[in-house]
C-alpha cells in the first residue's frame, strides 16, 4: 500500500555529515508520523529520530541529540535525517518508518528497505 525509499547512506569518517532520504508514494504522507531506525549487527534496533505529521512534536535518541536532525517536506513526500559528528557507534542500516499516528514515536505499519551507513575511526 504504501512504499518507502531511503538513499543517501554510504561509507564515512568519524567526524563527517550525512543526509538520508526517504521519498514516500501515496497521498496520506502529510498524516503520517514518520522515523528512522537503525540496526546494527548484533544488536537490537533502535529509533534515532521522529517527527510527527505537523512537524510540531520530534524525537531524538540520547546518543545524537545535538548531533542529529529530522525535518519533513510534506509536498515532496519526502523525510530527511541530517547526521553530522558521526561515530563509528553510528555505524548500521538505516531505515525508514512511517504509520498514521498521533505520535511522532508511532505505533509504525511501513518500514523502507534500508540504507547502509558505515563510519570509520
Known amino acids: 500500500q504504501v512504499q518507502l525509499v531511503e538513499s543517501g547512506g554510504g561509507l564515512v569518517q568519524a567526524g563527517d555529515s550525512l543526509r538520508l532520504s526517504c521519498t514516500a508514494s501515496g497521498r496520506s504522507f502529510s498524516t503520517y508520523a514518520m522515523g528512522w531506525v537503525r540496526q546494527a549487527p548484533g544488536k537490537e534496533r533502535e529509533l534515532v529520530a521522529a517527527?510527527?505529521?505537523?512537524?510540531?512534536?520530534?524525537y531524538y535518541l540520547d546518543s545524537v541529540k545535538g548531533r542529529c536532525a529530522i525535518s519533513r517536506d510534506n509536498a515532496k513526500n519526502t523525510v530527511y535525517l541530517q547526521m553530522n559528528s558521526l561515530q563509528p557507534e553510528d555505524t548500521a542500516i538505516y531505515y525508514c518508518?512511517?504509520?498514521?499516528?498521533?505520535?511522532?514515536?508511532?505505533?509504525?505499519?511501513?518500514w523502507g528497505q534500508g540504507t547502509q551507513v558505515t563510519v570509520s575511526s
Open positions: 518508518a512511517g504509520g498514521q499516528s498521533s505520535y511522532p514515536r508511532g505505533p509504525y505499519d511501513y
Open positions: 517527527i510527527s505529521w505537523n512537524r510540531l512534536r520530534t
